[in-house]
C-alpha cells in the first residue's frame, strides 16, 4: 500500500474516533466500477475505516427477445479486508418489466445471483442483497410477488431495494416495502437542460426533506442515497443541449460547442445532513453513498473531499500558481490544488513582469489573455493534491524580467467552449 493510501486511511480512522459522523448514522458506499484496478484497490482501503458497508456491483440485468441477459461485473474480493460487510447489488434495467410479471423467469434469474453470491462469500461476509431496479409504478404488485421469490430464495441475506420518491404516492409501495429488510430512498436524479442557461441540478435538495419526512411515516426502515458524482453537459453553439458524459473522454463534434459541468455541492449535502439532525425521524438508519471516488474519475468528489464530508466537515477549498527556476533561465509556471475538493468552474491568475517581455508559451490546455505588462492565464484547475505545468518562461540574453504570479481566482459558470476538430 502506497504512503497516500497509509495516511488518508490514518487519518479515516481518526474521523471515527473524534467526529459526529454523519449525524451518528451509519454509511455505506456504492462500488459501482466494473473495472476492478489498482486505483479502486487503494480506494477501497482508504474508506474501509470509515464505512461499514460496500454496496458492490454485480452485474446487469436485462431482458432481449423474451430473454434474460446477465452482463457480469469480474469482482476482485481480494480487494476486502476479512471483515468487510458487503452488499451485493444487481442493477435491474428498465426493459425487464416485460418479464417481471412472469414467474417462469424468477428462478433463472436468482440462479445468476446465487452463484455470484456463493463466490463472495468464500472471502467476505455477504451482509445483504439489494435490487437496484427503476420499476414502473404501475407494476409495484408485480415487483412486490417478484421481490417475495427473491426473498425466499436467499432466507440468510438481508434483502433491500433502491426505492424512488414517485412511489411514496402509491398505495402498493408499503407492500414493496413489507418485503424488504430495509429499502433505499434515492435522493438525486439527472433532468437534462434544454438550454444552457438553464438550471440542472442532481442532488434534489428542494425536495429531499419532505420525501424522507414521507419514508418515515410508512414505518419501514430505510437509508438514503446521497450523491457525489457529477456531469459534463454538452451544447451547441445555439446554447441547445446535445448530450452529456459520466466518464472523461476525447470530444469529437463536427461544430463548435459549448461544456458545462455540473457537480454535487459537498456544501449543500453536509448542510442537508445537519438539517436532518433536528428531525425527529424514527425508520431513517443511514447513508448510502454514490459512488466510491477513484483517481481516474473526472465528474466525481475526490477522496479527500469523500473524507472530509464523512467527518462533517466542509472540504477546504485551495489553489496557488507558483514559478521554479530551472537552469539557464528557464522557469516554470505550475498550479496546484492544495484543497479537499477538486474544481468545476475555470480558474484564472496573472503573470506581470517588469521591462521586456520573456519568452513564454502556456501549455497543458492553458490559455493565454494579454494585460497591461503581462498575461492572464486561464483554465482547469488540477485535482485535489495534485499540480499542472501551466506555461514557462525565459528571459532574453539581453533582459532580465522580474515575474510576478497573482492569486488565484475563479471564473463563474465553468462553461468552455470548444473548436471542432
Same mark, same amino acid.
Given at each position: 500500500?502506497?504512503?497516500?493510501?497509509?495516511?488518508?486511511?490514518?487519518?479515516?480512522?481518526? $474521523?471515527? +474516533?473524534?467526529?459526529?459522523?454523519?449525524?451518528? $448514522?451509519?454509511?455505506?458506499?456504492?462500488?459501482?466500477?466494473?473495472?476492478?484496478?489498482?486505483?479502486?484497490?487503494?480506494?477501497?482501503?482508504?474508506?474501509?475505516?470509515?464505512?461499514?458497508?460496500?454496496?458492490?456491483?454485480?452485474?446487469?440485468?436485462?431482458?432481449?427477445?423474451?430473454?434474460?441477459?446477465?452482463? #457480469?461485473?469480474?469482482?476482485?474480493?481480494?480487494?476486502?479486508?476479512?471483515?468487510?460487510?458487503?452488499?451485493?447489488?444487481?442493477?435491474?434495467?428498465?426493459?425487464?418489466?416485460?418479464?417481471?410479471?412472469?414467474?417462469?423467469?424468477?428462478?433463472?434469474? *436468482?440462479?445468476?445471483?446465487?452463484? /455470484?453470491?456463493?463466490?463472495?462469500?468464500?472471502?467476505? +461476509?455477504?451482509?445483504?442483497?439489494?435490487?437496484?431496479?427503476?420499476?414502473?409504478?404501475?407494476?409495484?404488485?408485480?415487483?412486490? #410477488?417478484?421481490?417475495?421469490?427473491?426473498?425466499?430464495?436467499?432466507?440468510?441475506?438481508?434483502?433491500?431495494?433502491?426505492?424512488?420518491?414517485?412511489?411514496?404516492?402509491?398505495?402498493?409501495?408499503?407492500?414493496?416495502?413489507?418485503?424488504?429488510?430495509?429499502?433505499?430512498?434515492?435522493?438525486?436524479?439527472?433532468?437534462?437542460?434544454?438550454?444552457?442557461?438553464?438550471?440542472?441540478?442532481?442532488?434534489?435538495?428542494?425536495?429531499?426533506?419532505?420525501?424522507?419526512?414521507?419514508?418515515?411515516?410508512?414505518?419501514?426502515?430505510?437509508?438514503?442515497?446521497?450523491?457525489?458524482?457529477?456531469?459534463?453537459?454538452?451544447?451547441?453553439?445555439?446554447?441547445?443541449?446535445?448530450?452529456? %458524459?459520466?466518464?472523461?473522454?476525447?470530444?469529437?463534434?463536427?461544430? #463548435?460547442?459549448?461544456?458545462?459541468?455540473? !457537480?454535487? *455541492?459537498?456544501?449543500?449535502?453536509?448542510?442537508?445532513?445537519?438539517?436532518? #439532525?433536528?428531525?425527529?425521524?424514527? %425508520?431513517?438508519?443511514?447513508?448510502?453513498?454514490?459512488?466510491?471516488?477513484?483517481?481516474?474519475?473526472?465528474?466525481?468528489?475526490?477522496?479527500?473531499?469523500?473524507?472530509?464530508?464523512?467527518?462533517?466537515?466542509?472540504?477546504?477549498?485551495?489553489?496557488?500558481?507558483?514559478?521554479?527556476?530551472?537552469? +539557464?533561465?528557464?522557469?516554470?509556471?505550475?498550479?496546484?490544488?492544495?484543497?479537499?475538493?477538486?474544481?468545476? !468552474?475555470?480558474?484564472? /491568475?496573472?503573470?506581470?513582469?517588469?521591462?521586456?517581455?520573456?519568452?513564454?508559451?502556456?501549455?497543458?490546455?492553458?490559455?493565454?489573455?494579454?494585460?497591461?505588462?503581462?498575461?492572464?492565464?486561464?483554465?482547469?484547475?488540477?485535482?485535489?493534491?495534485?499540480?499542472?505545468?501551466?506555461?514557462?518562461?525565459? +528571459?532574453?540574453?539581453?533582459?532580465? !524580467?522580474?515575474?510576478?504570479?497573482?492569486?488565484?481566482?475563479?471564473?463563474?459558470?465553468?462553461?468552455?467552449?470548444?473548436?471542432?476538430?
Amino acid at each position: 500500500m502506497s504512503y497516500h493510501v497509509k495516511y488518508l486511511s490514518l487519518v479515516c480512522s481518526l $474521523f471515527l +474516533n473524534t467526529a459526529d459522523l454523519t449525524f451518528a $448514522f451509519e454509511n455505506g458506499v456504492y462500488v459501482w466500477q466494473r473495472s476492478w484496478n489498482t486505483e479502486l484497490r487503494d480506494s477501497i482501503k482508504v474508506v474501509e475505516n470509515c464505512v461499514s458497508i460496500f454496496l458492490v456491483l454485480g452485474g446487469n440485468f436485462s431482458c432481449e427477445d423474451g430473454k434474460i441477459r446477465f452482463k #457480469k461485473v469480474d469482482v476482485n474480493w481480494d480487494y476486502f479486508g476479512e471483515k468487510a460487510n458487503v452488499v451485493m447489488v444487481f442493477r435491474v434495467s428498465s426493459d425487464y418489466s416485460s418479464l417481471l410479471g412472469n414467474e417462469n423467469s424468477w428462478p433463472e434469474f *436468482s440462479r445468476y445471483i446465487a452463484d /455470484f453470491i456463493t463466490a463472495g462469500k468464500q472471502k467476505v +461476509n455477504i451482509a445483504g442483497l439489494q435490487l437496484d431496479y427503476d420499476c414502473p409504478t404501475s407494476k409495484l404488485t408485480d415487483y412486490s #410477488k417478484f421481490l417475495g421469490f427473491i426473498k425466499r430464495q436467499f432466507p440468510d441475506c438481508k434483502i433491500s431495494i433502491t426505492a424512488l420518491p414517485t412511489w411514496l404516492d402509491s398505495n402498493e409501495f408499503l407492500n414493496l416495502a413489507k418485503e424488504t429488510d430495509y429499502y433505499v430512498m434515492q435522493l438525486y436524479s439527472f433532468e437534462p437542460p434544454k438550454t444552457i442557461n438553464d438550471e440542472a441540478e442532481i442532488f434534489l435538495k428542494d425536495n429531499a426533506l419532505s420525501w424522507i419526512e414521507s419514508a418515515d411515516k410508512i414505518g419501514r426502515p430505510f437509508y438514503i442515497a446521497l450523491p457525489t458524482y457529477g456531469y459534463e453537459i454538452i451544447f451547441g453553439a445555439d446554447g441547445r443541449f446535445i448530450g452529456f %458524459k459520466a466518464e472523461h473522454e476525447p470530444l469529437i463534434f463536427k461544430e #463548435k460547442i459549448q461544456v458545462r459541468t455540473v !457537480s454535487t *455541492s459537498p456544501d449543500e449535502i453536509i448542510s442537508f445532513l445537519d438539517g436532518l #439532525k433536528t428531525k425527529r425521524l424514527k %425508520k431513517i438508519r443511514g447513508v448510502f453513498w454514490f459512488r466510491l471516488p477513484v483517481e481516474s474519475d473526472e465528474f466525481n468528489w475526490d477522496i479527500k473531499t469523500f473524507l472530509s464530508v464523512l467527518s462533517g466537515k466542509i472540504p477546504n477549498c485551495g489553489l496557488k500558481a507558483y514559478l521554479d527556476e530551472k537552469e +539557464n533561465g528557464l522557469l516554470e509556471l505550475y498550479l496546484e490544488n492544495t484543497g479537499e475538493r477538486n474544481i468545476s !468552474s475555470e480558474v484564472s /491568475f496573472n503573470v506581470a513582469w517588469s521591462g521586456d517581455a520573456p519568452y513564454y508559451d502556456v501549455i497543458g490546455g492553458f490559455r493565454a489573455q494579454s494585460i497591461k505588462n503581462g498575461i492572464k492565464i486561464v483554465g482547469k484547475a488540477p485535482k485535489a493534491g495534485k499540480k499542472v505545468l501551466a506555461a514557462w518562461f525565459k +528571459n532574453t540574453r539581453d533582459n532580465k !524580467s522580474n515575474l510576478m504570479v497573482g492569486a488565484v481566482d475563479f471564473i463563474a459558470g465553468g462553461g468552455t467552449t470548444y473548436l471542432a476538430e
